[in-house]
């Protein structure tokens, strides 16, 4: 069935977990291996490195990939992408990343028909990943990018983490 368009919910939404879990699962294939982006030396940037720890804690009978202690990150996402891709060279990859937009999108959750590009917002280009991303959005990038993603509150990106977690749960019917 899939989704045809982007599709987003407030992370702080009264039943986001329910609904975005249920996007989530229109789009879900067989084989799945979920790929979290970031790095933990930046809070703006930890959503994906946090929700794989989460995942992998919560042992999630699917294979899990970027994690605080393990993370997928700007210096290492070349060789990270080469080998799980040869290790799952037909596994569907649902990709997780932190990104930055406009200022009213700032909490709002993304699930894209398409893949992550890691990144893209600051500048930088790296390989894109994933058949389906799911996207968080941080921060906005009306602010001056050195800084902002330094200054964003953990405890919201531990919340946003937390419903993302919930909504993966959900789609995969994980309790």
């Known amino acids: 069935m899939g989704i045809k368009d982007d599709f987003s919910v407030r992370y702080n939404d009264k039943y ?10 229109k789009v879900i294939k067989k084989d799945p291996i979920i790929v979290c982006i970031g790095t933990d030396k930046c809070i703006g940037d930890s959503l994906g490195p946090l929700v794989g720890s ?6 999630l009978p699917i294979e899990v990939y970027g994690t605080l202690i393990d993370p997928i990150h700007a210096i290492n996402i070349d060789r990270k992408i080469r080998y799980i891709k040869m290790r799952h060279p037909s596994s569907f990859i649902l990709a997780i990343d932190a990104c930055i937009g406009s200022k009213k ?3 709002k959750i993304y699930v894209r028909n398409s893949p ?7 500048g930088k280009k790296m390989k894109s990943i994933g058949d389906v ?3 968080g959005m941080v ?5 001056d990018l050195k800084t902002s993603l330094y200054n964003i509150r953990l405890g919201f990106i ?3 983490a937390e419903k993302i977690v919930e ?3 959900i789609a995969y019917d994980v309790k």
Do not use: A
């Not at 986001?16 to 699962?25: A, F, N």
């Not at 989460?54 to 042992?59: F, G, H, S």
């Not at 992550?116 to 600051?122: F, L, M, N």
């Open 16 to 25: 986001s977990e329910l609904i975005l879990g249920e996007e989530i699962t």
């Open 133 to 135: 991303s799911l996207v």
């Open 158 to 160: 531990m919340e946003m």
């Open 167 to 169: 909504s993966i749960k």
């Open 54 to 59: 989460l995942l992998k804690r919560d042992n």
């Open 139 to 143: 921060d906005s990038d009306e602010k």
């Open 116 to 122: 992550v590009s890691p990144g893209k917002g600051v």
């Open 105 to 107: 999108e700032v909490g």
